[in-house]
């Protein structure tokens, strides 16, 4: 009898640059946890040849001869996976040599967790910078009303959670499937972020002038109108949403956007869709950032608005974290990584 298989890796790849994808499967192959297949998916590409190249038999190849998008080529995947745990990992990331049994480990322990998350550092050709906040499950849950916090290549999932909830990739998202996805996982199931480095997450110049960036822009906000039908909440206070995600450029309204604040928890008071305790603190937390951003504290400070939401434990844990700066060097990405934290 073969060898129950401990983690599935499940990529998607198109086109991608030859020694970007080399690096990433490299970087699972290589991995501390040996256990495990690699499911890649070439998606109608050129990126066949450089797969094959690996003389590895863990690797599992899926061809398509047209391209099919990624949430058909991931959903192939997770058809095809073997292992207790499906991890998930695009083809021009780099994970840290550790990564899988980290998840796994966590996993393992924890029983009541169907997803985990890792941090994650982002980085262009010449230089970096990091993202991440610690947050327990009911926060996750909480945040993902507003905005994603997750990176969906740091993410690992029991795949019996998959299975038993017939959860799967939404076709009608061509951009922003794994927002989308979270969001209905969180209804199933506890999603979890491992305070952690797992990733390396690269990021192109041209990724950020795409095209395509205003029909990715429509289907992210399609699922934050979905979040706030599920309230009862009218679609034109999205603007309070973006204005959260600090995607505004006009004067904020400090008064209307408490308000809006409210009409949340009110309202999720009564759905009960989102831990109470946690969703009043992401929000909390998220308005006190604006006003520190935006220089409004001290016009507010005798303003009974300030005091009603000066959520002072968790806003100076939220602080706290934002001044942990993690410096990291690769010295060289087939080998371990140096990481140094220094607290500014």
């Known amino acids: 009898m073969s060898k129950s298989i401990d983690v599935s890796v499940i990529m998607s790849t198109y ?3 030859e020694e ?3 690096m990433s499967i490299f970087s699972i192959l290589n991995q501390t946890l040996k256990n495990l297949e690699l499911i890649i998916v070439n998606d109608g590409g050129n990126n066949l040849e450089v797969i094959k190249s690996f003389n590895d038999k863990r690797i599992v190849i899926l061809n398509h001869e047209k391209t099919k998008g990624l949430p058909i080529s991931l959903n192939e995947a997770i058809d095809k996976c073997k292992g207790k745990y499906i991890a998930r990992m695009d083809s021009d990331d780099i994970s840290k040599l550790n990564r899988l049994e980290i998840q796994k480990k ?3 322990i924890h029983s009541n967790i169907d997803i985990c998350a890792m941090f994650y550092k982002k980085f262009y050709e010449e230089n970096d910078f990091i993202i991440n906040s610690l947050y327990n499950y009911n926060d996750i849950a909480s945040q993902l009303f507003f905005r994603n916090v997750l990176a969906h290549p740091t993410i690992m999932f029991r795949r019996s ?7 799967r990739y939404s076709l009608e998202y061509e951009y922003s499937q794994d927002f989308e996805f979270w969001t209905r996982c969180i209804k199933k199931g506890n999603i979890s972020l491992i305070p952690k480095l797992g990733l390396y997450y690269r990021i192109h110049r041209d990724q950020i002038r795409s ?12 699922v934050l109108l979905r979040n706030l039908k599920e309230l009862e909440i009218e679609e034109s206070n999205i603007r309070f949403i973006n204005i959260l995600n600090e995607n505004n450029s006009s004067k904020i309204n400090f008064i209307q956007l408490s308000n809006f604040i409210d009409l949340i928890i009110k309202k999720n008071n009564i759905k009960k869709i989102y831990n109470s305790k946690s969703l009043k603190k992401v929000l909390y937390n998220a308005f006190f950032k604006l006003i520190i951003k935006n220089k409004e504290f001290n016009s507010l400070l005798n303003i009974k608005i300030a005091f009603k939401f000066f959520y002072i434990a968790n806003f100076l844990n939220a602080f706290f974290y934002s001044m942990l700066k993690i410096k ?3 010295s060289n990405v087939f080998d371990n990584t140096i990481v140094n934290i220094s607290i500014f």
């Open 328 to 330: 990291i060097k690769i």
């Open 20 to 22: 970007f994808l080399k």
């Open 161 to 167: 959670f998959l299975i038993e909830n017939n959860l």
């Open 15 to 17: 086109n991608t640059k």
């Open 106 to 108: 966590y996993l393992d």
């Open 211 to 222: 095209s395509k960036k205003d029909k990715q822009k429509f289907l992210y906000e399609s």
